[in-house]
RNA sequence: GGGCGGUUAGCUCAGCUGGUCAGAGCGCCUGCCUUACAAGCAGGAGGUCGCUGGUUCGAGCCCAGCACCGCCCACCA
C-alpha cells in the first residue's frame, strides 16, 4: 500500500537487502536460547569456511540449501540453530602470511614460532571475517553470536582432550613411517590430500650386475639383472632387487647378489608375488624408503630402509658423497651421467603414469620415511560403520553412503602431525635426557624420570583432526553446556562429494567416539558447481564466477533460486540463466504484489473465500503446491522445490488467477452494473490470503524479496516473515471438481488463443461465439474473459446480459463483425476444444486460408491419435493385460478424440 | 585395474514404482507499449529420448552388449 508499489516497476534487490539483512539481524530470530531437547530442536553445524577464505560458488549453493533448510524449519516452529564458524585452515593459513612476508621481504624462520603465530593472529583479526559477511550477503541465517574458530582456547582445550584420550587408548602412537612428504609445504599430508595426475616420465633401464662368487660356483661376475626405473636417484637407496617367484627367467638367480651401480652395494635377489612378470624387464629394484610399494616388500623381507632424500628435498649423505647435497632434480641428472659412464645405462623410453601430487601446495609427493605421529582409524571407524549401516545416519544420495563406507572398511592409519606453526600444536612433551615422552594438557615442569628439561613436539595436528570434532566442540563439547543438550546431535550435514571422506566420515567417528552419538542423522552430499564450460572453477583457469558478483547484480535471491535451481546429485555446469530465472521470479513476485497490494481494500481480512470457481481453484492449487514444497525440502530436493515455487507464481497465480480476477477486482462483479461490493471483498480476502501464504512458503528459497513484500501485507502484531509460520496445508480447500474445471477452462482458453493468432485476429476483438462443448458450465465465462469471446447462447438472437457489459467497451470501438448486437444462428467457423468446439459466429478479417489449414492439421492430428488409441484397444493382448483402468482410460480418451473429430 | 554417474529440443537440464512423458528455462520466430511486471504478455517452430539387441500387450523409463563423456578409488616399477 504505500509508496514503493506505487512508483517502481521493478524490485531492487541492491536497495533492499542491506535494509533486510539489518532487521533480521536486529531481530534476534538467528539466536536461539538453548532450551527444549535436539529432538525438538533444529540444528546445522555450518562446514566452517577457511579463515582465510573468499565464498566461493560451492560454499553460494551449500549456504543456500542449509538457509533453505534451517528458515523452512524455523518457520515450522522448531528452536533452530544454523552453528557459524571458521576453521584455522593449517596449511592454507600458513601459506598466505608466509608469502606476505616474502613480499615483505622476510620469512617465518627469520620471524621465528612465537612472532609468527603472533602474525598470524594478527592477521586473522583483520582480514579473517570477510567470509562471514559474504555469508550475511547471501542471506545465510546462521546464529552470528556465537561464532566459532578452531583455534579458540576452549576449542584447544577440546583438542588437546581428545589426543590425550585416543593417545591413552592407544589408538594414536609416533612412528618411523613412509609418508607424502611435499615439498611445498615441507609437511608431510594425508593419504587424502595427495591427488595423482598424469605425467610422462622417462624410464631408464639399469643394468644391475651379478656380484661374483655367490651360486654357481666359478667365481665369474657372468651376468646383469636390468631393472627399470623412472626415479633413478632413488636407486642410491636400494636395498634389494626382486622378481617373481613364478618368473622362469629368474627362478636361479633367487638368493643371488647384485652389485648396486655407483655405490657398490651388494643387493640380494628376493622373490615377491608383487612383481609382474609382464612388466619391464620381470625385476624390480626395492626402495623401501622412497616407495610406498617397496616399502611394503620391505617390511615383509626385513630389508634395511635408507634415506637418500631428505626433508629438505636435496640428497642425504647416505647418497653418498657425489651426490649428497644436490637437489633431487639436479641428483637425477647426475646419477644418469654417472650411470652412462660406468656403461650400465641399458635404455630409456617415455613412461606415462599416475604420479601423486600435492592437493595444499601443487608440487609432486616426495616419499619419504619419517618420524610422524599417526591415528590407528580401524576401532574408529568400526562403529561409523555400523552407524551408517543401520541407518543412523543416511547419506542422500545413498550412493555417496555406499561410496564412505568403502572407504572405511579399508581404512589406513592417519598421519596427523604437520611441519606447521599454525594450527593445534601436539601435547607431547618429551625430555632430551633420558628419552622420556609426556602427552598430557599441562606439560610437566620437568622430567619425572631424571629431572631434566622438557620441550614440546614441535608440530601440530592435521587441521581436519580438529574439523573432525566441530559439531559438538563448537557447542561447547566436553562442558555439559546448554547449547549441547539442546542443539547435540545436529540434524543434517550438507556438503559437495569432496571432502566426504576428510571431513563427514571422521566427524561420525569422532562423534561416536567422544559423544556416543553420531553428530548428524542425514547428510546431503550436494552438487559441485562447475564452470560454464563444464571444467572445474579454479583460479588458474580464471574461469570461476564469484558469487558476490552476481549478488551485486542480480540480488542474492536470484543467485540462491539459480543455485538452488540447477543443482542436483551430480556435478552441473553454472547456468546464469537460472539465476535470471530467479531474478525474473524475485520481480514477478514484486509486481504481482503490487497489482494485489495496489487493488485490494487496507481493511480486507486475509482469508480464504471460494466465492467463485477460480477462488476454489486457487486455493486448491495452494494447497497442493504447499504440499508439494515441504515435501520436496524435507527430501533434499531443492531444484525441484525451486521449480515448483517458480511455476505456482509464473502459472497458477499470475498468468491466471490475476487475470481472471481483474475483472472482478474492478467491479465488473456479476455483472449487475457498478460492481459488486461483496464479491469483491471476498476476491479482497482471497488474494491477500494467498498472497501471504505465497511469500511464506517461498521465503525459505528467497527470504529478501519475500521479507520485503511481506512488510506491506503484514498486519499489527505481525513480525518478520523470517519468524511467521509456513504455511500449513489444509486440505479441506482441495478441490479436484475446481482444478478440472480451471484445467478444462485454460486448455479451451489457450487453443483459443492459438487459434486467433493464426487466422490474424487483432488482440483487442472481441469475437461472438457459441460454446458447443461440454464442462463448461462453472468456467465458459472464465473462457470468453481470457480467451476474449462474446458468449451467445445457442439459438439466441442477441448479446446476452452477462459477456454484453464487459464486451463493449473493446470491440464496439474497432467495428468487428457482428460485434453489433443482432447476430443470429450463422456458424463462421468451428474451433476446436476440449469436450466440443467454438462456434464462431463472425470475426473481423478471419483469415479463412489459415482457419482451414490449422483446422486440417488439427484433423490429422486427431486421426493419428484416434489410430493409436483403436489400435491399442484393438490389441488382444492390452485388453486382456494391461489394468482395467488404463483399459477405460484409453476408451475415454478414444472416445473424446472421435467426438472432437465428429465436431470438426 | 575396480567402482559410480551421464548420454532427452540450438544451449543447460526435468522426466516418480514401465501405460496422455515427450517437458521446463534460455535462445529463436510472430503478434501485442492490454492501467502489476516490455528484464513484460500472448502465440509458435523445434526432439526417430547415444547405438544394437532383448523382456513386455506396451519402454527415455527394465535387461544385455557396444560407443563416447565425466567422476571416485587403487601399490604396476
Not at 556416543?516 to 572445474?536: C, M, N, Q, T
Not at 533434499?636 to 525451486?642: E, I, L, M, Q, V
Not at 467457423?829 to 473481423?844: F, M, S, Y
Amino acid at each position: 500500500m504505500s509508496e514503493p508499489f506505487e512508483s517502481r516497476t521493478r524490485y531492487d534487490p541492491a536497495e533492499a537487502e542491506p535494509r533486510i539483512l539489518a532487521a533480521w539481524l536486529e531481530s534476534g530470530l538467528f539466536h536461539p536460547e538453548p532450551a527444549g531437547t535436539p529432538a525438538e530442536n533444529y540444528s546445522i553445524a555450518i562446514p566452517p569456511p577457511n579463515v582465510t577464505g573468499v565464498l566461493h560458488m560451492g560454499h553460494a549453493l551449500n549456504g543456500s540449501i542449509q538457509d533453505t533448510l534451517i528458515r523452512y524449519h524455523r518457520m515450522l516452529g522448531r528452536r533452530t540453530k544454523w552453528i557459524l564458524g571458521t576453521d584455522h585452515a593449517g596449511i592454507a593459513t600458513q601459506t598466505q602470511v608466509e608469502r606476505q612476508l616474502v613480499a615483505e621481504g622476510s620469512g617465518r624462520e627469520e620471524l621465528g614460532r612465537a612472532a609468527f603465530v603472533e602474525r598470524v593472529w594478527d592477521w586473522r583479526s583483520r582480514y579473517g571475517g570477510a567470509i562471514v559477511e559474504q555469508y550475511k550477503r547471501l542471506g545465510a541465517s546462521c546464529d552470528y553470536q556465537t561464532e566459532r574458530f578452531t583455534l579458540d582456547d576452549d576449542y584447544a582445550a577440546a583438542v588437546t582432550k581428545v589426543f590425550i584420550a585416543l593417545f591413552e587408548k592407544g589408538l594414536i602412537y609416533r612412528d618411523n613411517y613412509l609418508v607424502n612428504w611435499d615439498p611445498g609445504t615441507r609437511s608431510a599430508i594425508s593419504d587424502l590430500e595427495v591427488a595423482e595426475q598424469e605425467v610422462t616420465d622417462t624410464l631408464y633401464l639399469i643394468a644391475y650386475p651379478l656380484a661374483e662368487g655367490d651360486g654357481d660356483g666359478d667365481g665369474d661376475a657372468d651376468g646383469e639383472v636390468v631393472v627399470a626405473t623412472v626415479r633413478p636417484e632413488t636407486m642410491l637407496a636400494d636395498t634389494a632387487v626382486a622378481v617373481n617367484p613364478a618368473d622362469p627367467r629368474y627362478q636361479h638367480l633367487i638368493g643371488r647378489e647384485v652389485i648396486l651401480p655407483l655405490l657398490g652395494r651388494r643387493l640380494r635377489i628376493i622373490a615377491d608375488d608383487y612383481v609382474k612378470v609382464d612388466f619391464g624387464s620381470g625385476a624390480l629394484k626395492i626402495t623401501p624408503g622412497h616407495d610406498p610399494n617397496d616399502f611394503e616388500i620391505g617390511r615383509r623381507h626385513g630389508l634395511e630402509q635408507i634415506s637418500v632424500i631428505g626433508e629438505d628435498g636435496r640428497m642425504t649423505e647416505a647418497a653418498g658423497p657425489r651426490f649428497a647435497g644436490l637437489p633431487v632434480a639436479s641428483a637425477q641428472a647426475a646419477v644418469i651421467a654417472a650411470l652412462e659412464e660406468d656403461g650400465v645405462l641399458r635404455g630409456r623410453e617415455p613412461l606415462t603414469h599416475a604420479v601423486p601430487f600435492s592437493h595444499r601446495s601443487g608440487r609432486r609427493i616426495e616419499p619419504l620415511i619419517s618420524l610422524q605421529w599417526f591415528m590407528r582409524m580401524g576401532p574408529l571407524a568400526a562403529p561409523a560403520i555400523a552407524a551408517v549401516e543401520a541407518g543412523r545416519v543416511r547419506f542422500h544420495p545413498e550412493s555417496q553412503g555406499r561410496r564412505c563406507l568403502d572407504w572405511m572398511e579399508s581404512i589406513r592409519p592417519w598421519c596427523i602431525s604437520r611441519q606447521l606453526w599454525w594450527g593445534h600444536r601436539l601435547p607431547v612433551y618429551y625430555c632430551d635426557a633420558c628419552e622420556e615422552t609426556y602427552v598430557a594438557a599441562v606439560p610437566p615442569a620437568r622430567c619425572g624420570l631424571c629431572d631434566g628439561e622438557v620441550r614440546q613436539d614441535d608440530d601440530v595436528l592435521d587441521t581436519w583432526f580438529s574439523s573432525a570434532l566441530w559439531p559438538f566442540v563448537t557447542l561447547g563439547w566436553p562442558e555439559p553446556t546448554a547449547e549441547l543438550a539442546a542443539f547435540y546431535p545436529t540434524d543434517v550435514l550438507t556438503t559437495a562429494r569432496d571432502i566426504v571422506f576428510l571431513w563427514v566420515a571422521r566427524m561420525i567417528m569422532m562423534g561416536l567416539e567422544f559423544t556416543g552419538e553420531a553428530p548428524f542423522h542425514d547428510v546431503y552430499v550436494h552438487s559441485v558447481i562447475l564452470a560454464p564450460d563444464k571444467r572445474r572453477m579454479s583460479k588458474s583457469l580464471g574461469n570461476g564466477v564469484d558469487p558476490i558478483a552476481e549478488i551485486d547484480r542480480h540480488g542474492a535471491d536470484a543467485v540462491r533460486f539459480g543455485l538452488l535451481a540447477m543443482s542436483s546429485t551430480q556435478d552441473v555446469p553454472y547456468s546464469a540463466e537460472k539465476i535470471a530465472q530467479g531474478q525474473a521470479l524475485a520481480n514477478k513476485l514484486f509486481n504481482a504484489s503490487r497489482f494485489v497490494l495496489l487493488r485490494v481494500a487496507p481493511d480486507a481480512v486475509p482469508a480464504p473465500v471460494a466465492a467463485a470457481i477460480e477462488d476454489r481453484w486457487i486455493l486448491s492449487r495452494l494447497t497442493r503446491i504447499e504440499l508439494e514444497l515441504a515435501r520436496r525440502i524435507e527430501a533434499y530436493d531443492f531444484s525441484h522445490a525451486a521449480h515448483a515455487v517458480y511455476d505456482f507464481v509464473y502459472r497458477e497465480l499470475c498468468d491466471w488467477y490475476l487475470e481472471l480476477v481483474k475483472g472482478r477486482l474492478a467491479g465488473e462483479g456479476d455483472g449487475d452494473g457498478d460492481g459488486d461490493g461483496e464479491d469483491r471483498l471476498a476476491v479482497s480476502q482471497t488474494l491477500l490470503h494467498v498472497l501471504r501464504e505465497t511469500l511464506a512458503l517461498a521465503h525459505p528459497l528467497i527470504p529478501f524479496v519475500t521479507e520485503e513484500v511481506w512488510t506491506h501485507v503484514r498486519r499489527p502484531g505481525d513480525g518478520l516473515l523470517a519468524g511467521a509460520a509456513f504455511p500449513v496445508a489444509d486440505e479441506a480447500l482441495l478441490d479436484p471438481r475446481a482444478e478440472a474445471g480451471l484445467e478444462r477452462a485454460i486448455a479451451a482458453t489457450e487453443a483459443i488463443r492459438g487459434w486467433r493468432d493464426e487466422v490474424a485476429i487483432k488482440p483487442k476483438v472481441i469475437v461472438p461465439v457459441r460454446l458447443a462443448a461440454d464442462g463448461y458450465d462453472e468456467v465458459a465465462p472464465l473462457v470468453a474473459r481470457m480467451a476474449r469471446l462474446r458468449l451467445e447462447t445457442a439459438g439466441a438472437g442477441g448479446p446476452r446480459a452477462g459477456g454484453g457489459a464487459r464486451a463493449r467497451a473493446g470491440a464496439g470501438a474497432h467495428g468487428g463483425v457482428g460485434v453489433d448486437g443482432g447476430v443470429g444462428g450463422d456458424v463462421l467457423v468451428r474451433v476446436p476444444v476440449p469436450g466440443g468446439i467454438v462456434e464462431v459466429l463472425a470475426g473481423e478479417g478471419v483469415d479463412l486460408r489459415a482457419h482451414g489449414e490449422r483446422r486440417a492439421k488439427r484433423r490429422e492430428e486427431l486421426e493419428a491419435e484416434i489410430a493409436r488409441a483403436a489400435g491399442k484397444l484393438a490389441n488382444p493382448g492390452f485388453v486382456a493385460k494391461a489394468p482395467a483402468e488404463v483399459v477405460a482410460a484409453q476408451h475415454e480418451r478414444l472416445a473424446q478424440l472421435e467426438a472432437e473429430l465428429t465436431a470438426l
